[in-house]
């Protein structure tokens, strides 16, 4: 009897977990190239999208927004364009945001001139010793796992699963991002390959066996895309499509 019991028990809390993974909201989306929008961070963060991305690059003493390195002679700042944003926001309306700054240049001289960057967002950023809203996960030329213990607990890692990680390492990584196309050539259109999406449903449970959430990347943004992910338990969908997976999740609720 008492076996039967806890088996029942195990079943429900199996269930209630993965129902809970299933109950996808805006704080599931990834805005990609945010700052590529004509109304950069406030278009995402008014939606309630959870994870907000940039691409930065260092001219002149500073952190500069740009998708590739002709068009950072704009100087459209990190500071101006996300963090003041970001502290104005979040004073008055905190919630939970993931920041990613992708580091488009070599690791070292762009996360120094970021950590004094977002010194004011201080009091907003979550480390060890408190639950802030504001997440810093630093993504693209991130130093390698023996290197995170020389920066503040409160950056945070994104990792590709190519390097090995002691497990304090491991501690500082806040997700896995991984090319959807390594594992499937599947762009949205007619079925996924079973094989695809076995593959691609290990890679989802070791994930999360890890206690990590998982993102795709390069994944088809498009509906098909975004409810395959869902049904695989992808914890964060990848978008440049806003408003259409908000659309979506109001469907698939």
Not at 27 to 33: D, E, G, M, T
Not at 203 to 227: C, E, L, M, T, Y
Request: proline share 7%.
């Amino acid at each position: 009897m008492a076996r039967l019991f806890y088996s029942i028990i195990l079943s429900l809390i199996i269930f209630a977990s993965v129902n809970a993974q299933a109950q996808y909201t805006a704080a599931n989306i990834h805005s990609h190239n945010d700052y590529t929008r004509p109304n950069a961070f406030y278009h995402a963060f008014n939606a309630g999208a959870g994870a907000i991305e940039a691409d930065v690059y260092l001219r002149n003493g500073r952190l500069v927004v740009s998708h590739d390195t002709p068009t950072v002679n704009h100087y459209v700042t990190l500071q101006k364009m996300y963090l003041e944003p970001i502290l104005k926001e979040m004073k008055v309306h905190p919630r939970p945001l993931n920041l990613l700054i992708d580091l488009k240049e070599d690791y070292g001289p762009l996360l120094n001139e970021l950590l004094k960057e977002l010194a004011p967002l201080k009091s907003l950023i979550k480390d060890n010793n408190n639950q802030n809203p504001l997440s810093i996960i630093i993504t693209g030329n991130r130093p390698p796992p023996a290197y995170y213990n020389n920066y503040p607990s409160y950056i945070t890692f994104d990792d590709d699963l190519q390097l090995p990680h002691t497990p304090n390492q491991w501690a500082r990584v806040a997700q896995v991002s991984l090319c959807f196309e390594n594992y499937s050539k599947w762009q949205g259109k007619g079925a996924l390959l079973p094989t695809d999406e076995k593959v691609l449903k290990s890679v989802i449970n070791a994930v999360h066996a890890s206690g990590k959430k998982i993102r795709f990347w390069a994944a088809p943004d498009n509906p098909a895309g975004w409810q395959k992910l869902m049904n695989l338990h992808a914890d964060i969908l990848c978008t440049d499509k806003i408003e259409a997976l908000l659309q979506q999740l109001s469907v698939s609720k």
